[in-house]
C-alpha cells in the first residue's frame, strides 16, 4: 500500500502545482494518479479507461448538442456512459470468449475515473483541453513508471510488507510481472458482479440527486455510500474507519482553510493527501481484510470531508443524518443480494450492528420527514414575501 500512497499523493501534488501555476485540471483531482495505481495493480485498465473516456467525451457532445443537461447533470452522464462503455465492450468480448478480457470487480468501479476525465475535458476550449490531455498523459506516464520501479524484489520486504500489499499483492499485475509478489492480498475488492455494482452506484446516483432536487441538501458523496457499503460487506472495520476518518480530516480542513484560505481543488487536494497519508500507517493495525479497501476508503474520506466542508453549516447534521440512513440502507439491501465476507457486516455482532443500523435509518427517516414537511411551508411563504414588494 506505501507504493500506492505514495503515488496518489505525488500525483495530487503535482495537481496542486499545476493548477496555481498554468489552471490545468489535469483531468481532474484523483484522475492521473489513480490511473497510475490502477494501470500498475490491472494492465486491462489502460485500454478499458481510454475506451471509457473517449466514449463519455463523445457522449457528453452528443447529450449537450440534443439535451438540456447542464452541469452536475452532465458530470453524472459522464459517468454512467464511462462506466456503461467498457462493461458492453470488454463484457461482450469476454463473452465470446476472447482470452485475458476479464473486467474485475476493481477495474470496473474505477471505470467512474473517465467520466471525470472526459467532463473535464468537455469544459476546457481546443487548446487548453489539448495542454491538459498532454500533461495529463505525461504525469500519468511518469507515475507508472515511478510505481513500476518501486515494486521489486529488493524492496519488497520494506516497501510490501510493513503495510497489506496492494501493488505487491498476489492479484497485482506489476508484481505479478516483475516476480515481487507477496502474500496475504486474497480478498476479494467487491464480491459482486459488475452488473450490480452498476446498478447499485446508479441507484447512489439517483438517490443523491433525488435528495437534492427535492429538498437541497447534498448528501456525503455522490456514489461513496453504495461503494462504503460494498466494502463493509467486505470488512466491517471499513466503517468506523471512515466515520472517524471524516472527523479529523474535515477538522484538519476547516483549520486549515482559516489559517490560510485554501479552497476548492487545492483544498480538496490537500484533504486527500491527509487522508492518503494517514492511511498508511492506519493499514499497519486495523483489521481489515485488504489494503484495496483501507486506500480506496481513505479517497472516499478526503472527499468526503471536503464535501462537509464546503456544505452551508446549517445544512451539515441534516446531510449526515440522511446519508447515514442511506448508507444503512444501502448496507441491508446489499446483505440481502450478497454474501458478505468472513469479517464484513452483519456477519458478526449482528445484535449491535442491526441496532446501529437501524438507528441511523430512524434518524435519516426522521429527517427527511422534517425536510418535507418543510416544503409546502417553503411554497406559501414565497408568494407573501413577493406581494409585499409589489
Same mark, same amino acid.
Given at each position: 500500500?506505501?507504493?500506492?500512497?505514495?503515488?496518489?499523493?505525488?500525483?495530487?501534488?503535482?495537481?496542486?502545482?499545476?493548477?496555481?501555476?498554468?489552471?490545468?485540471?489535469?483531468?481532474?483531482?484523483?484522475?492521473?494518479?489513480?490511473?497510475?495505481?490502477?494501470?500498475?495493480?490491472?494492465?486491462?485498465?489502460?485500454?478499458?479507461?481510454?475506451?471509457?473516456?473517449?466514449?463519455?467525451?463523445?457522449?457528453?457532445?452528443?447529450?449537450?448538442?440534443?439535451?438540456?443537461?447542464?452541469?452536475?447533470?452532465?458530470?453524472?452522464?459522464?459517468?454512467?456512459?464511462?462506466?456503461?462503455?467498457?462493461?458492453?465492450?470488454?463484457?461482450?468480448?469476454?463473452?465470446?470468449?476472447?482470452?485475458?478480457?476479464?473486467?474485475?470487480?476493481?477495474?470496473?468501479?474505477?471505470?467512474?475515473?473517465?467520466?471525470?476525465?472526459?467532463?473535464?475535458?468537455?469544459?476546457?476550449?481546443?487548446?487548453?483541453?489539448?495542454?491538459?490531455?498532454?500533461?495529463?498523459?505525461?504525469?500519468?506516464?511518469?507515475?507508472?513508471?515511478?510505481?513500476?520501479?518501486?515494486?521489486?524484489?529488493?524492496?519488497?520486504?520494506?516497501?510490501?510488507?510493513?503495510?497489506?500489499? /496492494?501493488?505487491?499483492?498476489?492479484?497485482?499485475?506489476?508484481?505479478?510481472?516483475?516476480?515481487?509478489?507477496?502474500?496475504?492480498?486474497?480478498?476479494?475488492?467487491?464480491?459482486?458482479?459488475?452488473?450490480? @455494482?452498476?446498478?447499485?452506484?446508479?441507484?447512489?446516483?439517483?438517490?443523491?440527486?433525488?435528495?437534492?432536487?427535492?429538498?437541497?441538501?447534498?448528501?456525503?458523496?455522490?456514489?461513496?455510500?453504495?461503494?462504503?457499503?460494498?466494502?463493509?460487506?467486505?470488512?466491517?472495520?471499513?466503517?468506523?474507519?471512515?466515520?472517524?476518518?471524516?472527523?479529523?480530516?474535515?477538522?484538519?480542513?476547516?483549520?486549515?482553510?482559516?489559517?490560510?484560505?485554501?479552497?476548492?481543488?487545492?483544498?480538496?487536494?490537500?484533504?486527500?493527501?491527509?487522508?492518503?497519508?494517514?492511511?498508511?500507517?492506519?493499514?499497519?493495525?486495523?483489521?481489515?481484510?485488504?489494503?484495496?479497501?483501507?486506500?480506496?476508503?481513505?479517497?472516499?474520506?478526503?472527499?468526503?470531508?471536503?464535501?462537509?466542508?464546503?456544505?452551508?453549516?446549517?445544512?451539515?447534521?441534516?446531510? @449526515?443524518? /440522511?446519508?447515514?440512513?442511506?448508507?444503512?440502507?444501502?448496507?441491508?439491501?446489499?446483505?440481502?443480494?450478497?454474501?458478505?465476507?468472513?469479517?464484513?457486516?452483519?456477519?458478526?455482532?449482528?445484535?449491535?450492528?442491526?441496532?446501529?443500523?437501524?438507528?441511523?435509518?430512524?434518524?435519516?427517516?426522521?429527517?427527511?420527514?422534517?425536510?418535507?414537511?418543510?416544503?409546502?411551508?417553503?411554497?406559501?411563504?414565497?408568494?407573501?414575501?413577493?406581494?409585499?414588494?409589489?
Amino acid at each position: 500500500m506505501i507504493v500506492a500512497a505514495t503515488l496518489t499523493v505525488i500525483g495530487l501534488l503535482l495537481g496542486i502545482a499545476l493548477v496555481q501555476s498554468y489552471a490545468l485540471r489535469l483531468s481532474g483531482v484523483l484522475v492521473v494518479p489513480l490511473f497510475a495505481v490502477y494501470v500498475l495493480y490491472d494492465f486491462l485498465a489502460l485500454p478499458v479507461f481510454v475506451l471509457g473516456t473517449v466514449a463519455a467525451y463523445v457522449g457528453l457532445s452528443m447529450l449537450q448538442q440534443r439535451t438540456l443537461l447542464f452541469g452536475r447533470q452532465l458530470l453524472l452522464a459522464s459517468m454512467a456512459i464511462s462506466m456503461a462503455a467498457p462493461l458492453a465492450v470488454f463484457g461482450g468480448l469476454a463473452a465470446v470468449g476472447v482470452p485475458g478480457i476479464t473486467l474485475s470487480s476493481f477495474t470496473f468501479v474505477g471505470t467512474i475515473l473517465p467520466g471525470v476525465a472526459a467532463y473535464n475535458y468537455h469544459q476546457l476550449d481546443s487548446d487548453r483541453r489539448r495542454e491538459d490531455v498532454l500533461v495529463s498523459s505525461g504525469a500519468l506516464v511518469g507515475l507508472v513508471a515511478l510505481g513500476a520501479s518501486l515494486v521489486n524484489l529488493t524492496l519488497a520486504p520494506s516497501l510490501g510488507r510493513f503495510t497489506p500489499p /496492494l501493488l505487491y499483492g498476489e492479484r497485482a499485475d506489476i508484481a505479478i510481472a516483475r516476480d515481487a509478489t507477496i502474500g496475504g492480498e486474497d480478498a476479494l475488492f467487491v464480491d459482486a458482479s459488475l452488473g450490480l @455494482i452498476l446498478a447499485v452506484i446508479v441507484l447512489g446516483m439517483i438517490v443523491s440527486e433525488g435528495v437534492y432536487g427535492r429538498w437541497g441538501i447534498r448528501l456525503n458523496g455522490i456514489i461513496a455510500l453504495p461503494l462504503l457499503a460494498l466494502f463493509a460487506l467486505q470488512s466491517a472495520a471499513i466503517v468506523p474507519l471512515y466515520v472517524a476518518g471524516i472527523a479529523v480530516v474535515y477538522s484538519l480542513l476547516t483549520l486549515l482553510h482559516r489559517t490560510t484560505l485554501l479552497y476548492g481543488r487545492v483544498l480538496l487536494s490537500t484533504g486527500l493527501v491527509i487522508a492518503v497519508v494517514g492511511a498508511v500507517p492506519i493499514a499497519m493495525f486495523v483489521p481489515v481484510t485488504s489494503a484495496l479497501h483501507v486506500f480506496f476508503t481513505a479517497i472516499l474520506i478526503g472527499v468526503g470531508a471536503y464535501n462537509l466542508h464546503r456544505m452551508p453549516p446549517g445544512h451539515r447534521l441534516t446531510s @449526515i443524518s /440522511l446519508s447515514a440512513g442511506a448508507f444503512a440502507i444501502f448496507a441491508i439491501g446489499l446483505r440481502l443480494a450478497l454474501s458478505p465476507g468472513p469479517d464484513g457486516l452483519l456477519v458478526t455482532q449482528l445484535p449491535l450492528q442491526l441496532t446501529l443500523l437501524g438507528a441511523a435509518i430512524v434518524a435519516g427517516g426522521h429527517t427527511a420527514l422534517r425536510l418535507e414537511r418543510l416544503r409546502p411551508a417553503d411554497r406559501d411563504r414565497r408568494p407573501q414575501a413577493s406581494s409585499g414588494h409589489t
